[in-house]
């Protein structure tokens, strides 16, 4: 049987971010307003450009701010109970996080964060190639039945997932940088595109990739209620054999013969794309302006999704 991972409770800090980004700072903006937060602490290892500017906001907040050198310092200022929040373009494995790991201390990325904080339902959207269309899809056929919706995570469309806003669905695309250090996080609708040769300068091997997409699906006894995935892609054949031996549902989709959500034929030229789709309910043709077999597979995620929510 299934057990739907809860949301865990932050732990008490002081909390310390690691990396000035885009999602670094507004993981710190996300815990000055934790009511119990005790301290917020951050580093970057840059002391120009946008941490600098970082640095100047989040001082005025009340932050305390370390620019440069090795983060040793910010993080002997944070103490033994600190928790460290890291931004998803710091890797893993830089001497500040090692030590922290060393020293017992929690370690979890900005997603993870964003994910605990958030109370509202959300579909995380992960692969190699398509994420950022596949999510803009899927929040257009939400908004279409009426929910609001929010994209966020990593994306240039929407905030990171700790400054979403409080209403409604969010759409989250999420890279193996951010699910590499989120040790719970589990969404309501999980969405794989497809695995594909890349980043192997930050996971060494394709196993350790997919190790790290598989966690946004099955993780320990905690399973994705419902995973929406690609069953053209090997990886996501192994993937949605782990989601139903766990207990969570799956929808598949793609061309192959067993897909749930079947692309039974294609065609496009310069201005639409007409699709032809067998699922559970019988045949559906679509026009899109997205032309292309990998676009195909994107529309039928989409639909996928919205057929698993009955819209």
Same mark, same amino acid.
């Given at each position: 049987?299934?057990?739907?991972?809860?949301?865990?409770?932050?732990?008490?800090?002081?909390? !310390?971010?690691?990396?000035?980004?885009?999602?670094?700072?507004?993981? $710190?903006?996300?815990?000055?307003?934790?009511?119990?937060?005790?301290?917020?602490?951050?580093?970057?290892?840059?002391? =120009?450009?946008?941490?600098?500017?970082?640095?100047?906001?989040?001082?005025?907040?009340?932050?305390?701010?370390? !620019?440069?050198?090795?983060?040793?310092?910010?993080?002997?200022?944070?103490?033994?109970?600190?928790?460290?929040?890291?931004?998803? #373009?710091?890797?893993?494995?830089?001497?500040?996080?090692?030590?922290?790991?060393?020293? #017992? *201390?929690?370690?979890?990325?900005? /997603?993870?964060?964003?994910?605990?904080?958030?109370?509202?339902?959300?579909?995380?959207?992960?692969?190699?190639?398509?994420?950022?269309?596949? +999510?803009?899809?899927?929040?257009?056929?939400?908004?279409?039945?009426? &929910?609001?919706?929010?994209?966020? #995570?990593?994306? =240039?469309?929407?905030?990171?997932?700790?400054?979403?806003? %409080?209403?409604?669905?969010?759409?989250?695309?999420?890279?193996?940088?951010? !699910? =590499?250090?989120?040790?719970?996080?589990?969404?309501?609708?999980?969405?794989?595109?497809? /695995?594909?040769?890349?980043?192997?300068?930050? &996971?060494?091997?394709?196993? #350790?990739?997919?190790?790290?997409?598989?966690?946004?699906?099955?993780?320990?006894? &905690?399973?994705?209620?419902?995973?929406?995935?690609?069953?053209?892609?090997?990886?996501?054949?192994?993937? $949605?054999?782990?989601? %139903?031996? +766990?207990?969570?549902?799956? *929808?598949?989709?793609?061309?192959?013969?067993?897909?749930?959500?079947?692309?039974?034929?294609? =065609?496009?030229?310069?201005?639409?794309?007409?699709?032809?789709?067998?699922?559970?309910?019988?045949?559906?043709?679509?026009?899109?302006? /997205?032309?292309?077999?990998?676009?195909?597979?994107?529309?039928? +995620? +989409?639909?996928?999704?919205? &057929?698993?929510?009955? /819209?």
């Amino acid at each position: 049987m299934s057990v739907k991972a809860r949301r865990p409770s932050l732990p008490r800090g002081p909390y !310390l971010v690691v990396g000035l980004g885009r999602a670094g700072s507004a993981a $710190a903006d996300a815990l000055i307003g934790v009511p119990d937060a005790e301290r917020v602490l951050a580093w970057d290892g840059s002391a =120009e450009g946008e941490p600098r500017q970082a640095a100047r906001r989040l001082r005025r907040r009340g932050v305390e701010v370390w !620019l440069g050198g090795d983060g040793s310092k910010a993080l002997e200022a944070a103490g033994p109970r600190a928790a460290v929040i890291k931004s998803p #373009g710091i890797y893993f494995d830089i001497p500040i996080l090692r030590l922290a790991r060393s020293r #017992g *201390l929690q370690v979890f990325d900005e /997603l993870e964060l964003g994910w605990r904080l958030s109370k509202r339902p959300i579909v995380g959207v992960t692969g190699t190639n398509g994420k950022s269309t596949t +999510a803009k899809l899927v929040a257009a056929v939400l908004e279409s039945a009426g &929910h609001q919706v929010q994209l966020a #995570g990593n994306t =240039e469309f929407g905030p990171p997932l700790s400054a979403a806003a %409080a209403d409604g669905w969010i759409v989250c695309e999420t890279s193996s940088f951010q !699910l =590499e250090a989120s040790p719970s996080f589990l969404p309501d609708i999980a969405v794989f595109t497809n /695995l594909t040769f890349e980043h192997m300068a930050r &996971h060494v091997t394709m196993e #350790g990739y997919g190790a790290a997409k598989r966690g946004m699906f099955v993780r320990g006894e &905690h399973v994705a209620q419902t995973a929406i995935v690609n069953l053209d892609d090997r990886f996501g054949r192994r993937l $949605a054999g782990d989601v %139903a031996r +766990a207990g969570g549902r799956v *929808l598949s989709y793609g061309f192959e013969a067993g897909a749930d959500v079947r692309i039974e034929q294609t =065609e496009w030229n310069m201005r639409e794309a007409r699709l032809g789709l067998q699922t559970p309910d019988g045949a559906v043709e679509c026009t899109t302006r /997205l032309p292309g077999r990998y676009n195909a597979s994107n529309v039928a +995620a +989409a639909f996928a999704l919205g &057929h698993s929510l009955g /819209l």
